[in-house]
């Protein structure tokens, strides 16, 4: 099945070298890796100079880690090679490795006939000058220098790593991704085996086309496909990565039924930069909250935000929730106030996203004069059944709770439920109706999505 899955062919180096213009650090795919140091053992690592297919078992591990095939690796690097010596790979072990985690940047390619494709080549820097290789971890961990033969040996590089990614990707009609580097590269989309690169050799390429493997992966476009890569260096003198693809990353920390809304979040531009990079299931604060309704209040009218020219809050500069007071859809706890940093509840998250509707909607609408407009809201929607716990709604956040709920975009928690707030000192310490910040994702996305014009 492997040879479905993947080709080697020496004819894409010269796609893969040519160079990719830079363009602004925003527009930049930014992956998560975690890098491994080992020292030098002459025998995995500043050993043999062998290569081949089936190290690694064509179908991902439980565990999100090669399952190796030990006899295959001491036919080829010798009979002391050890199932833990694998394991340490792509796991810390203590005194085996060292660990540390990087960013892999991708940048937009700029090369006729690859328009919405990015990539990292490890020969040149985003300026079009010249770098010796891929080194993520020099003068880091264990060093540098090595021992060989007795001897130490430093050859300007820290050589002896491996590279760990997981993340997923959109699929898209028409993806792309094309690899060349060295040594051990292992690729897996949705556990299975698309790339198999395995040993210590020189440069080695390889492409994989989405629409050719779909079937044999069970994926149709629009799926969320997971996305897991291991990479290894194990010898001098040369380290390459060549990356270029058109994939939709989504280099999301999220629970597994966020995925899919959170694709949608991305694709509609919802997703502000302080929520990139961070662990999505955590409770979402006033002021990111505020950053998400503003990217809200843009995808809805097509219009960009600005700052309030003057701050009237003493505890925060943050643009984008100067840009929520200047829209007019949040407020300050106080008139100096805002409490960037404080947990936001249900009922708020409610409440600041139907102001974002009702800015967008309701001509004339302004939160200062929300009373007025309160006859025209009522009408865009039919009450619903009242919540069990109604009366631990808060007066002033009623009607833009049953707002939302009669549209689909913040539902109950079960049992009829809606989990507006903490009343007990109880729920607050375990977080009771905290809105997540893949929760506050997934509702501006239906937002969006359900009420756009």
């Known amino acids: 099945m492997k040879r479905k899955f993947f080709a080697v062919v020496i004819a894409l180096f010269a796609v893969l070298t040519l160079m990719c213009v830079s363009v602004s650090a925003d527009e930049n795919v930014d992956l998560d890796v975690t890098v491994r140091d080992f020292n030098a053992d002459e025998v995995l690592f ?25 006899e295959l690796w001491r036919e080829m690097f010798g009979e002391s090679v050890t199932q833990d010596d694998l394991y340490a790979f792509f796991n810390d072990v203590p005194g085996k490795n060292m660990t540390t985690t990087k960013t892999l940047t991708l940048r937009p390619c700029a090369e006729e006939g690859y328009e919405g494709y990015f990539e990292i080549d490890s020969s040149i820097d985003e300026n079009g000058n010249e770098l010796d290789g891929y080194f993520p971890i020099d003068n880091e961990l264990f060093g540098n220098p090595y021992m060989y033969d007795g001897e130490t040996w430093d ?8 590279v760990e990614i997981h993340t997923k990707f959109k699929y898209v009609q028409n993806g792309a991704f094309l690899f060349s580097g060295d ?26 086309y989405l629409d050719e493997i779909a ?4 994926i149709k476009v629009g799926d969320i496909v997971d996305f897991d890569m291991f990479y290894m260096e194990r010898h001098t003198t040369g380290s390459n990565m060549r990356i270029r693809t058109n994939f939709d990353f989504l280099n999301l920390q999220a629970s597994e039924w966020a995925q899919a809304e959170l694709a949608q979040a991305n694709k509609l531009g919802l997703i502000p930069d ?50 929520a007071y200047n829209l007019g859809i949040t407020t300050g706890t106080s008139a100096t ?24 909607w309701i001509s004339g609408w302004e939160m200062s004069k929300d009373a007025e407009f309160a006859d025209e809201f009522n009408a865009l929607f039919t009450m619903p059944e009242p919540f069990a716990d109604d009366d631990k709604i ?14 689909g975009i913040i539902n109950g928690i079960g049992d009829g439920l809606f989990a507006p707030k903490a009343t007990t000192d109880a729920e607050a310490a375990i977080g009771y109706a905290q809105a997540t910040r893949e929760q506050a994702l997934a509702i501006a996305t239906r937002m969006v999505k359900n009420l756009r014009g």
Do not use: C
């Open 183 to 208: 040594d051990d590269v292992w690729v897996f989309f949705n556990n299975k085996l698309v790339i198999d690169l395995g040993g210590v050799h020189g440069e080695q390429y390889a492409e994989v």
């Open 46 to 70: 500043e050993g043999g100079i062998v290569s081949g297919e089936g190290l690694v078992s064509e179908t991902l591990g439980a565990d999100k880690k090669p399952v190796y095939n030990l």
């Open 274 to 323: 302080s929520l990139k990079g961070v662990d999505l299931t955590q409770p979402i604060t006033r002021a990111e909250f505020a950053a998400v309704s503003v990217k809200a209040f843009e995808a809805l009218t097509t219009l960009k935000s600005s700052p309030a020219d003057n701050n009237p809050f003493t505890d925060t500069n943050d643009a984008e929730v100067l840009k």
């Open 155 to 162: 050859d300007g590089h820290n050589f002896h790593f491996s």
């Open 394 to 407: 808060s007066d002033w956040a009623k009607p833009s709770v049953y707002f939302m709920a009669a549209n």
């Open 337 to 360: 106030t805002f409490e960037p940093d404080a947990l936001l509840n249900r009922e708020q998250a409610a409440t600041m996203l139907t102001r974002v509707y009702k800015k967008y």
């Open 215 to 218: 079937s044999e992966l069970g």
